[in-house]
């Protein structure tokens, strides 16, 4: 996950290395391992062996896709079905009884440049079941509902944030514990001024409230609300980690969609690591979000899983690391990962047509970038069907020259993470679709 430990990875800023501290995570290049959990792990190219992938404009009848009414009317269910049944699980439909309190209505703040909400969203009619905090910053002189920028994180808003005015929020420490989140931390903070500048709202919301991100963390979070009693083991299909807070991240956008200050037809979601997976099962699943930032997301997500390098999907599913976060499932192909029906390749395609970023490094070996780039250079062939560009290259971009397509790709020098300097990129995206 996050890997970079050298000075450049001290000032990553909004991805931070809190995750690393608190989970079993592993680092890149110069760190890599030759094993994780006991598997082999391959940085060679020339050992990646052969693979066919999956192709997402053949219909699991044989029959081809050539036109945009079969892709939306079979093929795309057909895929959504696939992901569901072998990798991210089955999630249940909203509740009844979501239901919302906005207790910050809307403080000016920055200098009267922004105005700020805060929401609690209940997942269930009890208040002390799990809810979930969201902080909102909106431009003060918008005079028209604006796009936002949607970003779970793994800190708690007010550590999220240089704001006195945000209500304290809580996480879980590595004990398993539900704590006071701290009042400041040392892996920088989201700098709220560069989107409402560009007239661009922010919002985020710390993924630990939705579920914690530990083995059994769902007792504690929005499976636990669904799950039948006395049950103890996971049906093959049954959501993990992952589609709980991608479902989350849905229950935001029925918020959204209340506010009138907000478009929710301009909503884009921005994640990493872990959470860049998340955003993009999220999107896959719920297609009311307008585009997707994905960063560093890697094996589970952007990356193919069919080529051998880096994380694969049997570290992924290993015991000691995250099976929770996945179908048990995904589990069963670990060392039988060309029988897979579901890829990279094909969780991208379910985004077209809208716009999507994938963002990485060129040291983050353990995610494969390149394996991020071959994914998006075929899904690319989905997005041309219904009409839009897509990647617009088939040559691998070297670090720093990024690509803008309606499938956008940018490797930064460096390792796991988001750093600084890749914010003007990620802003120059969104200004291009949802702003423009």
Not at 77 to 86: A, M, N, S, V
Not at 199 to 213: C, H, L, N
Not at 303 to 310: D, H, Q, T, V
Not at 383 to 393: D, H, S, V
């Amino acid at each position: 996950m996050f890997g970079n430990r050298r000075k450049q990875g001290r000032s990553l800023h909004l991805v931070l290395l809190l995750p690393f501290l608190l989970l079993n995570t592993y680092p890149v290049k110069a760190q890599a391992p030759d094993t994780v959990a006991g598997i082999p792990v391959n940085y060679d190219e020339d050992k990646v062996g052969k693979y066919q992938l999956p192709d997402p404009l053949l219909l699991a009848n044989g029959e081809k896709v050539d036109n945009a009414d079969t892709w939306y009317e079979q093929r795309r269910p057909e895929l959504l079905e696939l992901f569901k049944e072998f990798q991210f699980g089955r999630a249940p439909e909203p509740p009844a009884d979501l239901k919302y309190n906005v207790f910050d209505k809307g403080t000016v703040t920055h200098d009267g440049t922004a105005v700020r909400k805060q929401v609690t969203v209940y997942f269930s009619s009890e208040e002390n079941e799990p809810s979930m905090e969201l902080l909102i910053y909106l431009p003060a002189e918008a005079t028209a509902p604006v796009p936002i920028l949607f970003t779970p994180s793994f800190l708690a808003n007010s550590t999220r944030v240089n704001d006195p005015g945000v209500k304290r929020g809580h996480i879980w420490n590595r004990e398993q514990e539900r704590v006071p989140a701290p009042e400041k931390s040392n892996f920088g903070e989201l700098d709220v001024q560069q989107f409402i500048s560009r007239g661009i709202g922010i919002a985020t919301v710390y993924y630990g409230d939705i579920e914690p991100d530990f083995e059994g963390g769902y007792q504690h979070g929005v499976r636990g609300l669904y799950r039948e009693q006395g049950q103890n083991q996971r049906r093959p299909d049954e959501w993990g980690a992952i589609s709980a807070w991608a479902w989350g991240l849905s229950r935001a956008m029925d918020y959204f969609e209340t506010d009138r200050d907000i478009d929710a037809a301009r909503v884009a979601l921005m994640g990493i690591s872990r959470l860049g997976k998340t955003v993009l099962w999220a999107a896959a699943r719920d297609q009311r979000f307008a585009a997707v930032i994905a960063s560093c997301s890697g094996e589970g997500g952007a990356a193919l899983s069919r080529r051998n390098y880096g994380e694969t999907v049997a570290h992924l599913t290993a015991p000691s690391r995250y099976p929770y976060q996945f179908a048990p499932n995904y589990q069963v192909f670990a060392e039988h990962v060309n029988q897979l029906p579901v890829d990279g390749n094909l969780l991208l395609s379910l985004i077209a047509p809208r716009p999507l970023l994938l963002q990485t490094g060129n040291e983050d070996l353990w995610s494969d970038p390149r394996g991020e780039f071959l994914a998006a250079a075929d899904a690319a062939r989905v997005y041309r069907l219904l009409g839009e560009q897509g990647l617009g290259t088939d040559q691998w971009p070297s670090a720093g020259n990024p690509v803008f397509g309606t499938i956008s790709y940018f490797m930064h020098e460096g390792g796991h993470g988001t750093l600084p300097t890749d914010w003007e990129i990620f802003l120059k995206f969104l200004e291009k679709h949802l702003v423009n």
